[in-house]
């Protein structure tokens, strides 16, 4: 059975219907038929929280390259992201925010 391995690039033509969507949109279509295996990196996710979703303005704020691999991880696993970075509230992972600190009386 082939297999494809998806880059950003790859993805992201998919998304925009470029040149080259048709044979890109063949691929769920021959997974879903047992005919092919279709995988995405772990770095291609990181890739897209890190810098597309940022151009896309999906994201509050931007990300930093270190908080994109902890969200990429945490989706790869199906984990539940324990933060305190309003970065991550936008993002498509399950999360879960322990009690911030109370501020001390200045």
């Known amino acids: 059975m082939k297999r494809f391995l998806l880059d950003t690039p790859a993805i992201l033509t998919l998304r925009d219907d470029e040149a080259g969507a048709d044979r890109l949109a063949e691929m769920p279509d021959l997974a879903s038929r047992g005919k092919a295996n279709c995988y995405g990196c772990f770095t291609t996710l990181m890739e897209v929280l890190y810098r597309v979703w940022p151009d896309e303005d999906k994201v509050a704020g931007l990300l930093s390259i270190a908080d994109a691999w ?9 984990a539940v992201l324990l933060h305190k970075d309003p970065e991550f509230q936008s993002l498509p992972v399950a999360q879960e925010l322990p009690p911030l600190k109370a501020k001390k009386n200045q």
């Not at 902890?70 to 199906?78: D, K, L, T, V």
């Open 70 to 78: 902890i969200a990429a991880c945490a989706s790869e696993q199906g």
